[in-house]
Structure formats: C-alpha cells, structure tokens
C-alpha cells in the first residue's frame, strides 16, 4: 500500500512537472496567446485600411468627383480659366524705413 501511494505520488509529480515546464506548458500557452493578440490588431489596421482603399476604389469607379480631388490636391492640376493662388502661413517681415533707421 505504501509502494503504491508513493508511486502515485511520482507520478503525480511528473504529470505536473510537463504541465509547468513541458513544450505544451503554461509559458509556452501565454507566449502563443500574446502572438495571437498581437497578431489580431494587426489584422484589424489590416482590415481597416483594406476597408478605405476599397471605398477609394469604388469612388474612383463610380464618379469623377474623386478624380478630380486626387488631381488637384495630389499633382497640383487646375481647370483651364482657373487662377491658382498659393497661401503661405509665415508673414512677411516688414523692413524699416531709411528714415526710420537713421533717426538717432
């Protein structure tokens, strides 16, 4: 009887040991289910920007409206008879006066 209890006990022992530390043990578990999660928002931004480049494609198909957003923003096109005018955000630095600079 008491051969049999410390038997069961190895073996108990074992089964435990390859549980914690074997190749299909609680670590390797948590490493796969990290790569899973990871590899899950990837495929969301994946999906989400497949997503927008199809609602792009069916734009470009369906209308020019598109086309033509793309040609002005993109290359810089205008219509013929239309006057392109660039705005710049720095001002410009006023120069002083020669009088101004020369009064003492």
Same mark, same amino acid.
Do not use: C, H
């Given at each position: ?40 928002? $990837? ?11 199809? $609602? ?49």
């Amino acid at each position: 009887m008491r051969m049999a209890t410390i038997f069961l006990l190895a073996l108990l022992a074992v089964v435990q040991a390859e549980l914690w530390f074997g190749k299909g043990g609680v670590p390797r578990v948590m490493a796969l289910r990290a790569q899973v999660q990871t590899q899950q928002r $990837a495929n969301a931004e994946a999906q989400a920007r497949n997503e927008q480049l199809s $609602a792009e494609v069916r734009d470009l198909q369906e209308g020019l409206e598109m086309v033509e957003e793309k040609a002005r923003t993109e290359l810089g096109m205008v219509k013929p008879d239309e006057i392109y005018v660039q705005l710049t955000t720095k001002l410009p630095q006023i120069m002083p006066s020669p009088s101004a600079a020369s009064a003492p």
